[in-house]
């Protein structure tokens, strides 16, 4: 896996990442699934090492990535902010 993330452009990562996104949209993967992803796949970074970055404890950050718990919109916006994503509602279609 680290080869392959090392491997991947900066163009490739934001093709994932807008992929994985549009998943999200369609209701094909989570948010819980889309962090996971990206933390492993992208960023090659386990649970301590992301949950420091964004700020919160490693209890809280599995807990958003197995999608359980209510995490507050404040603690999903620290989440995502080292991807450059925050919180926002989104049209759905009828």
Do not use: C, F, H
Request: aromatic share 4%; no cysteine.
């Amino acid at each position: 896996m680290k080869r392959e993330r090392e491997k991947l452009s900066p163009e490739d990562r934001e093709a994932l990442l807008l992929g994985w996104l549009e998943a999200v949209q369609r209701g094909e993967l989570t948010e819980g699934q889309l962090l996971r992803r990206v933390r492993t796949e992208v960023l090659g970074l386990n649970q301590s090492q992301y949950a420091e970055l964004a700020g919160i404890s490693r209890r809280t950050l599995s807990d958003i990535e197995r999608d359980a718990g209510q995490q507050t919109v404040s603690v999903l916006n620290r989440v995502y902010r080292p991807l450059g994503l925050k919180m926002g509602l989104v049209l759905r279609r009828r």
